[in-house]
């Protein structure tokens, strides 16, 4: 069967080799805390439909409009079989329950290296941030390296970011771009990380050969679902 669960997703995990990453637009807060509803309790009616994907997380943004979704397959294989088998009845139902939904795009990616979590750190983060770095046509092979250069940065830099806990980067498949899911302290820490004075290695990273522009997005967890 389906569960709910207030637990963040482990993003590092190994058995996840097709993270996907999705937004609906909805409207309003109202609007969004209907849509979670909506979906929550159209999954936990059905069991869980397949063993190749290992959770699926719902985002509330912070401009009170959009969800954020964070599915987590095995492989893109099983995600297939999914949209064949499950989906659409399951987009039925929600799109009965709220009316309008605004599904924007989606996106699929592989994990490729993390600013992960340190050794003890049991804080749970009160802020998800997810920065899309878009990359100029041809430049795909020039993502591996911007990563390496941005987790170099933060290495050096670990006073501005205290209230940073993890930071994980996934290449898209398409050669696109980049999307960084960083799971802050709150918002203040934040807040406080982005108004501090830039280094030098900050500028190296905006201006970095290929780097075509940055949309970064706010949002907190809003429900787990997991098998039973």
Avoid: C
């Avoid at 080799?17 to 936990?44: D, K, L, M, N, Y």
């Avoid at 941030?129 to 591996?144: L, M």
């Avoid at 501005?160 to 398409?174: K, P, Q, V, W």
């Avoid at 050969?209 to 098998?227: D, E, Q, Y």
């Amino acid at each position: 069967m389906t569960r709910r669960t207030d637990t963040h997703p482990d993003v590092t995990d190994p058995r996840v080799g097709a993270p996907f990453f999705s937004t609906w637009r909805v409207g309003t807060p109202e609007r969004q805390a209907r849509a979670v509803e909506a979906v929550a309790h159209t999954w936990e009616r059905r069991p869980w439909p397949t063993a190749g994907l290992l959770g699926y997380h719902l985002y509330t943004g912070h401009d009170g409009s959009t969800l954020l979704h964070h599915s987590r397959w095995t492989s893109e294989q099983a995600y297939e079989a999914f949209v064949r088998t499950h989906r659409q009845e399951r987009n039925d139902e929600i799109d009965t329950a709220v009316p309008g939904i605004e599904r924007q795009w989606l996106g699929r990616y592989r994990r490729h290296r993390s600013r992960e979590r340190a050794a003890g750190d049991t804080r749970v983060p009160g802020l998800i941030v997810t920065v899309r770095i878009d990359f100029e046509p041809g430049a795909a092979e020039h993502r591996a390296d911007w990563v390496d250069l941005v987790l170099k940065s933060l290495a050096d830099d670990p006073d501005g970011h205290r209230g940073l806990i993890a930071a994980h980067f996934h290449l898209s498949t398409d050669g696109t771009h980049v999307l960084n899911y960083a799971e802050w302290e709150s918002a203040r820490a934040y807040d406080e990380s982005v108004a501090a004075p830039e280094k030098e290695s900050w500028e190296r990273v905006r201006t970095y050969p290929g780097v075509k522009g940055f949309t970064g997005s706010r949002f907190t967890h809003a429900v787990g679902l997991v098998p039973d």
